[in-house]
């Protein structure tokens, strides 16, 4: 009899529990929200992976602007291109600041890194240096020849080291692609050698932590959203990551002392060398302002450039390669034009990019299909505000789907279809709040133009020297793998010879 009692007033507790939130979220004029809302998980039992198809399905059915909570946080949850809008022009200064999460602390941290660190004078300054110092036009222009070289030294490889009936690890060929451009770019240093599977050391344990790294970021941290249970020691992610990160910190501080070392020995001074690195610049601050610009402070800065310049740029080239082999009347095409546009007697160069819209249209709808961010990172509100008419509390953590507007329907015509017509005629814009694939406002993406000059020469090499096939008849498999930057779940391996047509050219590299 007791125990009826108590499963009695249990049940009436829970029942007065969600009707009195449930009332006094309509009486606060927040954003439509889903019942019921759990006490202490919240919404937390609707999501299950990938995070973003989740996400997207909360919205189709209950609207493009939902209040969640995640625990013990507030969440608004967009996925529309108005909302968005209103979210990055009138609202942006308020959703300025990033929340404080794991994947922020492993990135860098909340302080040091000009993706998590708090809108405010130190985030103004990292987003200086990088869109002055490091990101300029001018900057990335000094590293033209770097790039010209990677593009060919990938090219090399491919023509000496495999054949039509050999099947390429494109993944790799990909990733080893953009390291070894940025890391040259960054310290000078190229990390995969002249052949196909040798590589530096430093360049294996670069690539363990860089594995571990997004391991980490994609694996769901139940700490950020419940925080009591990492004081009873129950998230274990907190033990790698601070493994993860005393591994980055000894990488990155002996990169440095390497170039300091160098620089102490005249060789940086050396006439014949005509660019500094990113770290060199970065270490001539630290010569003014020591304090500031301190050893661990450029190494989680380089870091963060390393973790958004590498991997989410080589997995758009692999998603597209795949949408390519797909569609070979598209790969085609884009042959022609460049055949047409830059002819069979020299190689691609970035300055072609803005005279082949039609590569720029593949590029933007691989962006639109297979976006590198599809959940941009979250926000968070500094104070309150309106959108779409609701008051959003401050302290409210935005996450904007991308990768839902980009696949609406109301939006797009048959946006599961590979369609890179759609993008005819915009010359090379995004559409508008539809299809921003780097993110917008203040915290939008500063290394967009070097992802767009990288992702554009490369894929203007393969296109024009080599003829593409899958391993047999069956479609490239286009499955999503688990990761905050949407990998495929399968490795891209294809086939691939050198187009007769510039057989001469190919010959001289």
């Given at each position: ?189 190229r990390y995969f050698g002249n052949e196909i599977y040798q590589v530096d050391e430093e360049g294996k344990r670069f690539r363990e932590i860089m594995n571990e790294m997004f391991l980490l970021a994609g694996a769901a941290n139940v700490g950020d959203y419940l925080p009591f249970l990492s004081r ?278």
């Open positions: 009899m007791e125990f009826s009692y108590l499963y009695i007033s249990i049940i009436f507790l829970l029942s007065s529990f969600l009707l009195t939130s449930q009332f006094l979220h309509k009486f606060s004029n927040l954003p439509p929200s889903i019942f019921p809302c759990l006490p202490i998980i919240g919404h937390l039992y609707l999501l299950k992976p990938p995070l973003y198809k989740t996400l997207a399905k909360i919205s189709s059915k209950n609207g493009p602007i939902l209040h969640l909570k995640f625990g013990s946080r507030r969440v608004l949850l967009i996925s529309s291109p108005s909302a968005s809008e209103e979210c990055f022009t009138k609202n942006d200064i308020i959703f300025a600041n990033r929340p404080h999460t794991l994947f922020g602390k492993i990135i860098g941290n909340n302080y040091t890194s000009l993706a998590s660190s708090s809108y405010g004078d130190n985030w103004r300054n990292l987003r200086r240096i990088a869109s002055i110092e490091i990101l300029s036009i001018h900057r990335i222009n000094e590293f033209h020849d770097i790039r010209v070289e990677e593009g060919k030294f990938m090219i090399r490889k491919l023509l000496m080291n495999f054949n039509y009936s050999s099947p390429v690890n494109m993944k790799s060929v990909f990733y080893e692609l953009t390291l070894n451009m940025m890391m040259r770019m960054i310290s000078g240093k009873f020691g129950v998230n274990s992610l907190q033990k790698k990551l601070l493994a993860l990160q005393e591994k980055r910190n000894v990488f990155f501080q002996d990169l440095i002392d390497q170039l300091r070392k160098s620089k102490l020995g005249g060789e940086v001074a050396s006439k014949k060398k005509k660019k500094k690195t990113m770290i060199e610049v970065l270490l001539e601050l630290q010569e003014s302002d020591p304090e500031y610009y301190n050893d661990a402070m450029i190494g989680s800065f380089v870091m963060g450039l390393l973790s958004a310049g590498t991997d989410s740029t080589a997995g758009t080239m692999e998603w597209a390669l795949s949408l390519l082999l797909n569609n070979p009347q598209v790969l085609k095409k884009a042959q022609n034009e460049i055949d047409r546009q830059v002819g069979k007697d020299r190689l691609v160069d970035e300055s072609d990019i803005i005279s082949l819209p039609y590569l720029r249209c593949i590029i933007n709808e691989t962006l639109r299909m297979y976006p590198g961010g599809p959940l941009l990172l979250p926000h968070e509100s500094s104070d309150a505000c309106v959108i779409g008419g609701y008051k959003i509390p401050s302290g409210t953590m935005l996450f904007v789907n991308q990768w839902a507007i980009q696949h609406d329907p109301k939006l797009w015509t048959d946006p599961e279809n590979f369609n890179p017509e759609r993008f005819e005629g915009l010359d090379g814009t995004r559409d508008g709040f539809k299809h921003m694939p780097f993110g917008s406002g203040r915290r939008s993406c500063p290394g967009e133009g070097l992802a767009v000059r990288v992702v554009g020469l490369s894929l203007g090499l393969l296109i024009q020297c080599f003829d593409w096939e899958r391993l047999s008849e069956e479609m490239v498999d286009m499955t999503e793998g688990p990761g905050v930057t949407m990998p495929k779940a399968e490795p891209l391996v294809a086939k691939c010879k050198q187009r007769l047509e510039v057989q001469n050219l190919l010959s001289k590299l």
